[in-house]
């Protein structure tokens, strides 16, 4: 019989409420300290680096760290990893049942697939550096994993969770060593170098008086955008937030009944099946989108169910508790001798995540290529939430479609991203062929990125010969 006063009963509400106060704790610095508030730098980020800052300093005092004390169950940091896995898959969830209104046009299509295509072309390229500088490393550094490069854009690209994922897949399956920690440190890096590299391109804008506000904080919202015509009651016999989350929590279930189906017929591939959790939540969530709608155009439902202001907030808060999670979990002590490996990592991930973006923005988005950088960079360094933020600064009221290109550049995002996912699956058994499959991949890739500007000029160039030569012909 289980008794309410022991710590594996209380230790999971603890460990959430740490969670959740180190994210008031961080929004009280930025309010209040100036350098923070000038930064761009994630409440959520610093949050996760104020209780690893205290973890560590209770593991070096104690020689336990802080989450693995009895208070916290024991068990604390496998918890903080298993946070960050949930709510990667939640908080996709949450977005993907969101509903728009708005039609795509030809060339608003065109651009969107642009920016899916751009999306994949930038993991390619951070997976192909990431893993060229690791192979490199590995020919010099004894009993290091020469594969730890593909983890940059998952924890650049995608973010906390998929870096944990994968770091973790690393870790149990072919004995990386500190894969989770090296994978979440990428993650961390990342966030800072969103910030860093949103904050300089910032202040370039503003010398050339392109841009004359400062970093901005609060966000007015119209009544429309949280209660729309047609849609259940706000405080009805089941409250509207329960109404999402319930939702949210169904799309989850389907979720693991999907994945536990392809488990039991591919038990090969159990750790690849479950660490796509996100991808087959956002298709489930799809479906749940999809039979609702079905209900309601048949008008055997008669009121709209979701709610894209509550939904928004649903993810965030998944979001949040993500990335302070998972920046919480890494361990100091196991990624101390990679500490160099992994600035190398941060530096040229940020490097070459701004010069390719910044040149993509500016040759296929001519007509909004700096709100276009900012979004991209911020959500390829960073997550969505970060590149929002960026875009803000410079598109308040998103005036240009720039919000629009991340949200719908999702589908074609994941349609060519997938099989750079399972090519991380292959890096650690074939490495010198999955990185000659990635380069084959990546030029592909910008080839179909730069279809009209490689093709359209081979067109010009021949007609421009062939009139030449009529030319001729006519004078002779």
């Known amino acids: ?45 610093l949050g996760g680096l104020t209780l690893l800052l205290v973890s560590e300093i209770v593991r070096v005092c104690t020689g336990t760290p802080l989450f693995d004390m009895p208070l916290f169950g024991g068990q604390g940091m496998r918890s903080l990893e298993i946070i960050t896995y949930h709510a990667l898959a939640l908080g996709f ?26 999306t994949v072309s930038t993991y390619l390229l951070q997976a192909v550096v990431g893993l060229g500088i690791t192979l490199l490393i590995a020919m010099f550094v004894t009993d290091f994993f020469g594969v730890s490069g593909v983890l940059l854009p998952f924890g650049y690209g995608q973010g906390t969770g998929q870096a944990l994922n994968y770091g973790t897949y690393y870790e149990t399956e072919y004995g990386f060593n500190g894969g989770a920690s090296f994978g979440l440190a990428v993650a961390a890096m990342g966030f800072l170098c969103a910030s860093f590299g949103g904050v300089f391109y910032l202040n370039v804008l503003k010398r050339k008086k392109k ?39 169904l799309a989850y279930g389907l979720t693991f009944g999907v994945m536990f189906l392809l488990g039991m017929l591919l038990p090969g591939m159990k750790a690849t099946i479950y660490g796509f959790n996100f991808l087959i939540g956002v298709l489930m969530a799809m479906l749940v989108k999809a039979v609702l709608g079905f209900l309601n155009k048949k008008r055997l439902v008669k009121r709209v169910y ?49 010069a390719y973006n910044l040149w993509v923005s500016r040759v296929l988005f001519k007509k909004y290529s700096d709100e ?27 005036k240009t479609p720039v919000a629009d290109n991340l949200v719908y550049q999702n589908f074609p995002a994941i349609v060519f991203g997938f099989p750079m996912m399972l ?54």
């Open 1 to 45: 019989m289980e008794n309410f006063w022991d710590f594996s009963v209380w230790g999971w509400v603890i460990l959430v409420g740490v969670l959740l106060a180190s994210l008031l704790f961080a929004n009280v610095l930025k309010r209040r300290v100036p350098f923070l508030k000038n930064s761009l730098v994630p409440t959520s980020v």
């Open 306 to 354: 979701t709610n894209n202001f509550l939904l928004t907030r649903t993810s965030n808060f998944f979001f949040d508790l993500m990335v302070v999670a998972g920046i919480a979990a890494i361990r100091l002590d196991v990624i101390k001798d990679y500490w160099w490996i992994l600035l190398i990592l941060g530096v040229v991930g940020l490097v070459i995540t701004y």
């Open 93 to 118: 969830i949450a977005s993907s049942l969101k509903k728009s209104d708005k039609k795509m046009t030809g060339e608003r299509a065109k651009e969107v697939f642009n920016t899916g295509v751009t």
């Open 211 to 249: 841009i004359s506000r400062t970093v901005c904080f609060d966000e007015k919202i119209s009544p429309d955008e949280i209660q729309k015509s047609g849609e259940i009651p706000m405080n009805g016999s089941m409250d509207k937030l329960t109404v999402q989350i319930a939702l949210v929590l």
């Open 423 to 476: 090519l991380a699956n292959l890096a650690p058994e074939q490495p010198i062929l999955t990185f000659i499959i990635l380069v084959a991949f990546l030029l592909a890739m910008n080839i179909l990125l730069f279809r009209r500007q490689i093709f359209c000029r081979k067109k010009d160039r021949a007609l421009a010969s062939a009139e030449n030569v009529e030319n001729t012909e006519n004078k002779e």
């Open 372 to 398: 276009q950088f900012l979004m991209m960079y911020g959500m390829l360094t960073g997550t969505a939430s970060t590149g929002i933020i960026l875009l803000r600064e410079l598109d308040p009221d998103f």
